[in-house]
């Protein structure tokens, strides 16, 4: 069973930047994707980025141009570096991780961004 963990989580000001990341552990073959979702109060989750096996990437319009995702496949792990934070970057960041017949979720990492 894959097990995603986050961390990286924090308060940070506006303007400021932080790094999120999500290691994959258990029983992995295959890793379809890798992606970084959030939710917000009073918010549905949503998808921030998401990075694919082959290396392709997709982003939500708010995270363009700032935020950057990246994956090391020797170590199951997927980064978000995101810069220029705002405050309604605020939310709980969640990973997700696909594969053949599987989907994972992990616990999230607060994000909270003072203006």
């Known amino acids: 069973q894959v097990q995603p963990v986050e961390s990286g989580g924090g308060l940070v000001q506006a303007g400021g930047s932080l790094r999120l990341s999500c290691a994959a552990s258990g029983s992995i073959f295959s890793i379809n994707s890798m992606g970084w979702y959030r939710q917000a109060p009073g918010k549905q989750r949503e998808l921030v980025a998401i990075?694919?096996?082959?290396?392709?990437?997709n982003y939500a319009d708010s995270a363009k141009d700032r935020f950057t995702i990246s994956r090391d496949n020797g170590k199951n792990t997927v980064y978000l570096q995101m810069n220029s934070l705002k405050p309604d970057d605020t939310a709980v960041y969640y990973c997700?991780?696909?594969?053949?017949?599987?989907?994972?979720w992990g616990q999230g990492t607060q994000v909270t961004v003072s203006s």
């Open positions: 997700r991780i696909t594969g053949p017949g599987f989907e994972a």
């Open positions: 990075v694919y096996r082959g290396g392709g990437t």
